[in-house]
Every structure is written in C-alpha cells, then in structure tokens.
C-alpha cells in the first residue's frame, strides 16, 4: 500500500463540488472518518459495501481496514475516476459500480459470506435505503454503521412513547439493536449542511426474534401514525380497509385497546398487529 495524495488535493486535481440535488456533503475529517470506520469491526472475512462514497473520504480509512473486498454504490458519475485512483493506492480489492443504490442487489453484488454496509449516506435517500436493507430476506448484513441526519437518526433508535418514535423506530427494532454511536457537527462537512447528523451502528438480532414479514409492518405503521393524535381505532381505517377487514377486528386479534394511541405501543404491539392484518389479507 502507498499514500494516495490529500483528499482535497485530490477533489481539486478532478474538479469535484458537491450537487445539492443528490444531497452530498463531502465528510473530510480525518479523525472522523477513521472513527466510523472502526465501527465495522474486523472485516477481514467480509464484504464491505460503501454507498454514495463520494471523493472518497471514508473509502479511504474503509480499505485500510483490509476487508475482503470493498465495493462501492455510486450514483455521479463525476466521482468515478477518483474512486479508481484511489483504490490503486491500497492492496484490499476495490469495486466501484456507477448506478442507483436503491435498485443494486446487494446479495448479487456480494457473492455470498457476510457483509458490513458503511456509508456517509446521501441525506435524500438515507431513509428508504435504511429501510430496504431491513427488507432484506435473506438478511445479507452482519452490521450497519450509518450516518443520517441527527433527527432521523434519533427517530431509529427512539424508545416507545417518546416524541420521535414512530414507524422508523418500529421497522428496525423488527430486524436488529440499534444505537447513536457518534454525532457529527455541521463543520465537518463540506459544504456544511443546515442540521447535525449521527451514525448509527444497527446490528441484526438472531434470526428466530426477527420478526421478518416487514411489508405487512410498513402497512399498519404507516396507517397507525398517519394520524397520530387519533385512536388505534380510528387511524387504522386505511390498513384495515386495505385487508377488507375493521380496525376493530385487527385490534382485538392483536390484544389492544382500541382506545390506545399508536405511540404508546411498542414494536411487540405493532408486531402482532401486522400479524393480525396478514392474516386478514389473506
């Protein structure tokens, strides 16, 4: 392994700026970077998948951690050649795929064996990439480390009853633990954007507590906190109709008060909930 030059060395040497319109802020704190990094954990024996890398800030500390193979999701072009010449600094096996991230097949593009995902993700896509990787069955992942806005972040881990709690929190504690690991200032960012953000680190739990018919999940929390100040009774109208079933009928299979609020349920509630409607669908 060599030393690539400085990475604003290097985003000036390719004339690269951040586009707004693919939510990009470049992550060029060393210190940082190397930080998330380290949150992959020994990565010798897996796949490493780095999605909108950028100029490569976080790549770089990525193939020092000598994973099996490193493969980065890269939508703009205009980083395409930088990536490439970074990764002929380093030994570890490095692939840059040009294309949407929410339409890769990951399980395809990792061949088999387990796999870290690490990503300074895009603000605009953050989410429902979250969200597909939890989808995922088989579960390709050993461990998500993260980083999000600091209010979506907080929104993934918020326990029952809190302000933040809602769907997201509902979807992860479905699939794994999740946890705010480090928290990163505006200024670390170039541009800075208008909000803090923060990575979470989502390891899975074992495969017989995950409860793993997500699409049934997304369908009752969407409807449940559609209209949060309603009753379970009443915001689960939608979901309900959708099975040709009653609010009630579901309430009732899942053991709850159709008088309770959806953000005074825990995921267990949400879980027989979406049990209860896929049996009614069906």
Known sequence: MSTPPPLREMIAEYGLRADKSFGQHFLLD?????KIAGLCGDVSDATVIEVGPGPGGLTRPLLELGPKRLV???MDRRFIPAL??????YDTPFDVIEGDALKADEAAIIG???AVIASNLPYNVGTPLLIK???ANPLFWRRLVLMFQKEVAERIIAPVQSKAYGRLAILTAAV?????VLKAPALAFTPPPKVESAVVVIDPLPADQRFTDIAALEVVTESAFGQ???????SLGMAAGRANTSSETLLDAAGIESGARAETIPPEGFFALAKAWRAAKT
């Not at 060393?30 to 190397?34: A, D, Y």
């Not at 490439?84 to 600094?89: I, K, Q, S, V």
């Not at 794994?176 to 705010?180: C, F, K, L, Q, T």
Request: glycine share 16%.
């Open 133 to 135: 990787w939890l989808k």
């Open 112 to 114: 088999g064996g387990p």
């Open 84 to 89: 490439d010449a970074t990764g002929e600094y």
């Open 72 to 74: 980065a999701i890269e």
């Open 228 to 234: 949060r100040r309603k009753t379970l009774r009443k």
């Open 30 to 34: 060393l210190n940082l970077t190397g």
């Open 176 to 180: 794994g633990s999740a946890r705010i």
